[in-house]
């Protein structure tokens, strides 16, 4: 199936936008769904519409002459999810879901609220009849931004679980991973595991951050409830979550996969790599 338009829920996120630029570049119209479109900053030659998920509805004019839809779900409800997918699959008929690693397909039930939210999106995709393929990184590089504010602030970056070991993906490379399903045969019915190319501790991660900017940083170990006063980037009630997925990456650090070098042909980039390019983020 030859795809000329795809509609990007979520582009003006991290990977959404990476999405945005991948695709623009390949020369298929791109057009971005915004609950604001006149304050959506998005390259010249995309077409930004109106809607919001939170009423299915609005998203009819969008997906009008649609070929294939990327979408980042925004953990919203599993009523509500349902809806949007049915509306998606009444006018199309390819899907690329950004999920989440926390995902689990050996459990009936998903056992924290990660996986849940999304598994709730998931179920609808799986039963509507579109062409799918969902995402499921393991740990965003982009979730180190957490440590901006302090950095800029000092050299003292402060925290819990230091030494949890995660691969972090760039944002690139899930987007380099979501063009090619979205654009390309052989990724239906697929969920792919994505993860940066090595484990990192966040002490190392630190240092990275610090190699980047030209100055030592220290890391100060936090007890995780001293540490959940540095976390108003995750939800609350999946703190503590995130904490437990720490403390259990301690001892047994996350594992590489080769899912972006298989479908891309590339290697995962690094996170010094991911650092280099957000390093202005840090200064």
Do not use: C
């Not at 945005?20 to 995309?46: C, D, E, F, H, N």
């Not at 990660?114 to 062409?131: F, R």
């Not at 819990?160 to 090619?180: F, P, Q």
């Not at 030209?214 to 939800?235: C, F, I, N, S």
């Amino acid at each position: 199936m030859a795809i000329k338009t795809v509609l990007v829920i979520g582009a003006t996120g991290h990977v959404g936008g990476q999405v945005v630029s991948q695709l623009s570049a390949t020369g298929i119209a791109v057009r971005a769904l915004a609950r604001k479109p006149a304050a959506a900053a998005l390259p010249t030659g995309v077409e930004v519409v109106p809607g919001d998920l939170t009423a299915p509805a609005t998203l009819i004019p969008a997906l009008d002459g649609v070929d294939a839809v990327y979408l980042t779900w925004p953990m919203l409800s599993g009523d509500v999810a349902k809806a949007v997918v049915d509306v998606i699959a009444e006018h199309t008929g390819r899907l690329v879901l950004l999920s989440s690693g926390a995902v689990r397909d050996d459990r009936d039930e998903q056992d924290n609220p990660i996986g849940v939210a999304h598994a709730a999106i998931e179920a609808p995709i799986k039963a509507s009849g579109l062409d799918w393929t969902f995402l499921r990184p393991h740990a965003f590089a982009t979730n180190t931004l957490e440590w901006a504010a302090q950095i800029r602030a000092g050299n003292i970056v402060r925290g819990g679980y230091g030494a949890a070991s995660m691969t972090l993906v760039h944002e690139a490379d899930i987007a380099a991973v979501a063009v090619r399903a979205l654009t390309t045969d052989g990724h239906v019915g697929v969920s792919y595991e994505l993860t940066g190319s090595a484990a990192l501790s966040r002490i190392d991660q630190v240092a990275t951050i610090g190699a980047a900017l030209g100055r030592p940083l220290e890391w100060a170990e936090l007890t995780p409830e001293q540490a959940k006063q540095y976390m108003d980037w995750v939800p609350p009630e999946a703190v503590d979550v995130v904490l437990d997925a720490f403390a259990a990456l301690v001892d047994t650090p996350g594992q590489p996969t080769s899912t972006i070098q298989d479908v891309t042909g590339s290697p995962a980039r690094t996170y010094a790599q991911w650092v280099a390019d957000h390093v202005a983020d840090f200064a």
